[in-house]
């Protein structure tokens, strides 16, 4: 699965790595510090790779850890996901127990969390803050669960999917 800039990969044991571009959450995690060398690779008459780290690129797969609560990242629990997809610059991902979760640019709204001060409030030692202090559009840097209007404040999810800027869920009864 892949977004804009960015790839998605669910594992059968329900693990979800990513890897590409970060700049406004879509990985869902922590960038990691793997070491690439600073010069072209070549091999023969295969193609050179230039190899690109960054602050806002991560060319490594990692994994996406979800349930957690602070940063660094510690799950409060072990969750599996079944059903992942990538819009633009945001991801949807279902897990074993029919819960939503969303990461990611929510510009339009399409993380499904409301206002940014409701997802801060699921947690009170994280909060969300733009990666790049100079950018004033919000992003979700990890997943976050979203909330139905009551009554069912986690409804039966029959299937999700999402856009270059929406997101959708399919509920049943």
């Given at each position: ?39 072209p690779s070549t091999s023969g008459d295969k193609p050179t790779v230039w190899p690109i780290k960054g602050k ?118």
């Amino acid at each position: 699965m892949s977004g804009w800039s960015h790839i998605l990969a669910l594992t059968e044991l329900g693990n979800l790595y990513t890897w590409g571009r970060a700049d406004f959450g879509q990985l869902g995690r922590t960038l990691t510090e793997a070491s690439a060398p600073s010069t072209p690779s070549t091999s023969g008459d295969k193609p050179t790779v230039w190899p690109i780290k960054g602050k806002t690129f991560d060319p490594v797969p990692g994994r996406v850890i979800f349930g957690c609560t602070s940063e660094p990242q510690s799950p409060t629990e072990e969750v599996h996901i079944t059903r992942v997809v990538a819009g633009s610059e945001h991801c949807l991902a279902l897990d074993e127990r029919q819960r939503l979760w969303s990461w990611g640019w929510n510009e339009h709204g399409m993380c499904g969390i409301g206002q940014v001060s409701e997802a801060d409030n699921q947690t009170s030692d994280f909060s969300i803050r733009p990666l790049d202090p100079s950018d004033s559009d919000w992003c979700l840097k990890r997943p976050f669960l979203v909330r139905f209007p009551d009554p069912k404040p986690f409804p039966r999810i029959l299937n999700i999917g999402s856009g270059y800027g929406h997101s959708f869920a399919v509920v049943g009864t």
